[in-house]
Nanobody
Framework: QVQLVESGGGLVQAGGSLRLSCAAS????????MAWFRQAPGKARKFVAT????????VYADSVKGRFTIARDNAEKRVYLQMNSLKPEDTAVYYC?????????????????WGQGTQVTVSS
């Protein structure tokens, strides 16, 4: 059974930093695309960042580019999201996702597995 478990969320002031972690119980982790999405209250889930398994190439949403960094550790079967210069508009539940065959990595429907989410709240 595949499980993704996020951690690292919390309350931080604007301008601060948080590091999210996602632990994956997937045997094929080293050959699977990983991503982070977020969902603010009353809004649709949105793409944040993704990292490929093939060459660790990354893609970011424009709203987080230059502030967030996604990384993966295949040996530990973890994916991370380093979030710097946080803004109140970054407040959301952040979800880790894993996809085996993703053609459109910004689309949530491309991912097969999802975590339960971790809350990030940025105060002004």
């Amino acid at each position: 059974q595949v499980q993704l478990v996020e951690s690292g969320g919390g309350l931080v002031q604007a301008g601060g930093s948080l590091r999210l972690s996602c632990a994956a119980s997937i045997s094929s982790f080293s050959s699977i695309r990983m991503a982070w999405f977020r969902q603010a209250p009353g809004k649709a889930r949105k793409f944040v960042a993704t990292i490929s398994w093939r060459d660790n190439s990354t893609v970011y949403a424009d709203s987080v580019k230059g502030r967030f960094t996604i990384a993966r550790d295949n040996a530990e079967k973890r994916v991370y999201l380093q979030m710097n210069s946080l803004k109140p508009e970054d407040t959301a539940v952040y979800y880790c996702a894993a996809g085996q065959k993703t053609i459109l990595p910004r689309q949530g429907g491309e991912y097969d597995y999802w975590g339960q989410g971790t809350q990030v709240t940025v105060s002004s």
